[in-house]
């Protein structure tokens, strides 16, 4: 034997070591849907219940833009004098100078006992974060906390990684407009984002956009598609309440409320 045969023989015996360790999916397909389904269904109804209260939650009162703020008033911006009363230096009260400790209702803020949080990688092409803590309660399941904050796991029970629900419905638009755009060239831009994000290893400035430095990984790609199909059910699910509530979900609603000129065909002349 040559030693050309000897380096063969060996690299074929340490791939055959390689592939024997590889897991092979004995499932199909369909198996595979009819599982992620059967472990999906028992959240579903309190995901879109959160869902609409993550969407429509009150908004919070947030600081005054600086152009929405209206100029100083003419009266105020004259340099009078200031008042006689306001220049007497008096002493303090002495029931506001005694330094009183706070009161103790008022300076514990400690957590619910039934209050806890964890840490999972997450997908947001609009804040580019890599790692979320959520807050979660003793009765709620990580799915049901993620959606709490805007978030959807790729699993019901032990998510790996959480996507944005906001980046989600940007990708049911895209897919609104250009139904052939895949979840593997979606996924691609978002490796594309984090590469030029701030949490990158490489500033914006150094980074080629074209030539994009975290390279694709296919689990992200898992990961969207699973989700992105769960965040679809949700939707689905909630029209669904929506036609129940107006009325519309009984067999006949569509055949009795169709335009009749709408469906009249005319017979072209042959």
């Known amino acids: 034997m040559s030693i050309y045969d000897h380096n063969l023989s ?3 015996t340490r791939l055959s070591r390689f592939s024997s360790r590889r897991y092979v999916e004995k499932r199909t ?9 059967q472990n999906w269904e028992p959240v579903l109804p309190s995901l879109a219940q959160l869902y609409l209260e993550w969407k429509y939650a009150p908004a919070t009162s947030h600081p005054p833009s600086p152009m929405a703020v209206d100029p100083p008033s003419p009266t105020l911006a004259t340099n009078a004098p200031p008042s006689p009363t306001l220049a007497t230096n008096a002493p303090p009260s ?11 209702t008022l300076a514990t803020s400690a957590p619910a006992p039934n209050d806890s949080s964890f840490s999972l990688e997450v997908l947001n092409i609009y804040t580019l974060e890599t790692l979320v803590n959520f ?3 003793d009765k709620d399941l990580p799915s049901q ?12 029970a032990t998510p790996s990684l ?16 250009k139904s052939s755009f895949s979840v593997e060239a979606f996924a691609k831009v978002v490796c594309d984002l984090y590469s030029v994000g701030p949490h990158s290893r490489h500033s914006p ?10 390279p694709y990984r296919r689990r992200y790609r898992t990961a969207l598609a699973d989700t992105f199909e769960i965040y679809i059910t949700i939707l689905q699910s ?3 309440l929506v036609n129940q509530e107006l009325g519309r979900n009984t067999a006949d609603w569509r055949v009795k409320h169709a335009c009749p000129p709408c469906t009249y065909e005319e017979r072209t002349s042959i």
């Not at 906390?145 to 019901?156: F, H, I, Q």
């Open 10 to 12: 060996s690299r074929l």
């Open 29 to 37: 397909w369909r198996q595979r849907l009819t599982r992620t389904r």
């Open 94 to 104: 002495p029931t506001l100078a005694t330094n009183a400790p706070p009161s103790p």
């Open 135 to 137: 807050p979660c309660t």
């Open 145 to 156: 906390a993620l959606v709490k904050s805007g978030y959807l796991g790729n699993t019901p």
């Open 162 to 177: 959480a996507i944005s629900l906001r980046m989600l419905e940007l990708f049911r638009r895209i897919r609104l407009r």
């Open 205 to 214: 400035a150094s980074v080629d956009v074209t030539c994009s430095q975290v």
């Open 238 to 240: 909630i029209e669904g």
